[in-house]
């Protein structure tokens, strides 16, 4: 705040006198401050607003409604949450000399080639390349289920954006993940389940 006015305070032991020439300096402060200071004052006293989602996140995560004081701990929460996902989602997974070797690939780069060009979908973990195995298919073209390459180049998120995508449950599918629409190969369901991935990730 510019032009701040410092008054020296006198402390008495007495507590109404402390209070009184509290609320002097305070009044004097007041007295002299601009209209545009006395605005920053009165905003920063307003009561913070928090988002209700917030609270109930806050509840749901960390077992305690949200505050400043238990921020960290909500954010914390939620990290640990998203890593216990990530764990999840490579459980079941083969490194990219293990995909070279089960497609028969002549070299580890066309596995890395093919994860670029969205018709293999890994995750980088400890600076290893991991590839769900259900994505395999002996049958499908290219050796992965059919219809993969086309909802992964669909997605517009992350690659574990676009994991956690096809392995959670869909309402509009009866409570089918998109691996399991993939594998029944039905083709008209897999062209639903694509209109439905082009709306992923979009703002509303």
């Known amino acids: ?6 008054h020296q305070i006198e402390v008495t ?10 609320l002097h300096h305070i009044e004097a402060t007041i007295g002299e401050a ?35 004081g238990n921020l960290a701990v909500l954010e914390l929460a939620n990290l640990e949450r998203y890593y216990q996902r990530r764990r999840e989602l490579l459980t079941s997974s083969i ?7 089960l497609i028969g690939c002549q070299a580890i780069t066309t596995v890395h ?6 018709t293999l979908i890994g995750l980088k973990d400890n600076g290893v390349y991991k590839f769900p195995l259900w994505q395999f298919d002996p049958e499908g073209d290219d050796g992965v289920i059919d219809g993969l390459p086309e909802i992964l180049k669909t997605l517009q998120i992350s690659n574990f954006a676009k994991l956690n995508w096809l392995t959670k449950p869909l309402r509009a599918f009866n409570n089918q993940t998109p691996v399991e629409i993939l594998k029944q190969g039905d083709r008209d369901e897999i062209e639903d389940l694509v209109i439905e991935a082009r709306g992923v990730g979009v703002a509303q």
């Open 1 to 6: 705040m510019k032009n701040t006015v410092i």
């Open 13 to 22: 032991p007495d507590k109404d006198e402390i209070a009184k020439t509290i």
């Open 34 to 68: 601009s209209p545009e200071q006395l605005q920053t004052i009165v905003e920063s006293l307003k009561p913070k607003v928090v988002d209700p989602e917030k609270k109930a996140l806050a509840q749901k995560i960390a077992g305690q409604d949200y505050s400043e």
């Open 95 to 101: 490194t990219t000399t293990q995909v070279a070797k």
């Open 113 to 118: 080639d093919r994860r670029k060009a969205n």
